[in-house]
């Protein structure tokens, strides 16, 4: 097994030396803040794909990388409410299509009636894909400002929590990650895969 993980592709071992190498330099973190952003309202990749190895690279950037990220998402959320609420029917019916999750978005609206601030906050911990919350919260017209408490403690949580646990089990996750780096990057994805097989069959 060993082996076969040890020939991961050039390209992956070349994107996780970019981040461990350049954690400490604006350009990279403003790349994972703009990922952040953009995940919160169109892109598919999560921004912890880029805060893992930033952090094992630098354990010290731990707090502010989990800081800017959740003030980055939290933003990118917005956007994905203003899209709900004003574009919906051209930009947001788009980004619902091309994902392929019209069951869940719909279920979600339905969803606001009954749970509302606490939906928002609990499905912002999850690993279902945040652009689903943040549009349909728009579509629903949903209190603006309780989208944006429960978007803070939402993401905040998620991006603290991973800062954490890589600030005090980091030397010993990354001799893994480094040893296994395809299995573990596929792993990160394969959760976002899931995420978004848990919206579309399982609402």
Aim: with cysteine.
């Amino acid at each position: 097994m060993d082996n076969i993980l040890e020939k991961e592709p050039n390209f992956l071992r070349r994107m996780y030396n970019w981040c461990l190498e350049a954690a400490d330099t604006k350009r990279a973190q403003y790349v994972m803040y703009a990922v952040a952003f953009a995940e919160s309202s169109f892109f598919p990749l999560p921004p912890d794909l880029m805060l893992i190895p930033m952090v094992l690279a630098n354990r010290l950037l731990a707090w502010r990388l989990a800081f800017w990220a959740t003030i980055a998402s939290v933003i990118g959320g917005m956007l994905g409410y203003a899209i709900g609420y004003y574009l919906f029917a051209t930009l947001g019916q788009w980004i619902i299509e091309t994902y392929n999750l019209h069951n869940a978005f719909y279920k979600f609206q339905t969803d606001f009636q009954t749970y509302g601030f606490l939906i928002i906050m609990l499905k912002g911990l999850t690993p279902i894909p945040y652009k689903l919350v943040t549009i349909a919260s728009g579509v629903a017209k949903f209190d603006l400002v309780q989208f944006l408490g429960a978007s803070i403690i939402a993401r905040s949580f998620r991006f603290y929590l991973l800062s954490a646990m890589l600030y005090f089990f980091g030397p010993l996750a990354k001799k893994y990650i480094e040893k296994y780096l395809t299995l573990a990057l596929l792993s990160s994805l394969g959760i976002v895969i899931i995420g978004f097989a848990i919206v579309k069959y399982l609402g």
